[in-house]
């Protein structure tokens, strides 16, 4: 009864036994079926775990990756785009870039400003007015500031051959002779009009003195002439 018994286990549990067994003692038979028994209970619990990561569907769960294991580059990590030469793209939402403000021109040469003709015209007293009106050219300098000389006008039956000068005089002679002068000669004693300024750079436009020694002329005017240069 117990040899049936326990073939019928083994034949249960997968375990044909060798020959040797079969027509061993009863002990030997015992401790075979004890081995099977552990390897079955071994087969079971793997089964059991293998159960656990298939999902109900019927795909296999892939397990994870040992800690420290790189991931493949195409699965984790996007492909360098390859970079191009030229202004970064502005982010969304900035102001366009304008473009750099053209510098602004500068400012002619003090030098050509005073190389500039001069004009004068107007003045309430004749004789003066026929003398020193006319066009006025750089010619030399006096005292740190520029001479202008009339240009002569050829006039027919005149034998008046008189230069005439604007010049600065500084105040190495006194107070009341610092300013700019209308005079046939640098420092000469015939004047014909006088300005008291002592910063203008070239002759003031307005508020001489015609005669010199006379109220402000309202009328007589020294102005820039135009650029014959060009």
Not at 7 to 29: C, I, K, M, Y
């Amino acid at each position: 009864m117990l040899w049936n018994f326990l073939g019928a286990l083994a034949r249960r549990l997968g375990w044909a036994p060798s020959a040797d067994v079969v027509h061993g003692s009863e002990d030997q038979l015992e401790q075979h079926c004890a081995r099977s028994r552990s390897r079955s209970r071994s087969r079971e619990k793997q089964e059991r775990a293998d159960e656990d990561t298939t999902p109900k569907d019927g795909r296999t769960t892939p397990r994870p990756l040992a800690e420290g294991r790189p991931k493949a580059a195409a699965e984790d990590e996007e492909a360098p785009k390859p970079s191009f030469q030229g202004s970064p793209a502005a982010a969304p939402g900035a102001p366009a870039p304008t473009a750099p403000a053209a510098p602004a021109a500068a400012a002619p040469p003090m030098s050509d400003a005073l190389d500039v003709p001069l004009v004068v015209s107007g003045g309430q007293n004749q004789t003066i007015r026929e003398i020193v009106r006319g066009t006025y050219f750089r010619s030399g300098s006096n005292h740190g500031k520029p001479v202008y000389k009339k240009k002569r006008e050829v006039i027919e039956d005149d034998d008046d051959d008189l230069d005439v000068l604007i010049y600065f005089w500084d105040e190495r002679d006194g107070d009341e002779n610092c300013g700019w002068w209308f005079s046939p000669s640098i420092g000469g004693d015939m004047v014909w009009a006088y300005h008291p300024s002592r910063k203008a750079l070239t002759p003031p436009p307005a508020a001489w003195n015609v005669p010199h020694d006379m109220p402000i002329d309202v009328t007589f005017s020294v102005t820039p002439a135009a650029d014959t240069r060009a």
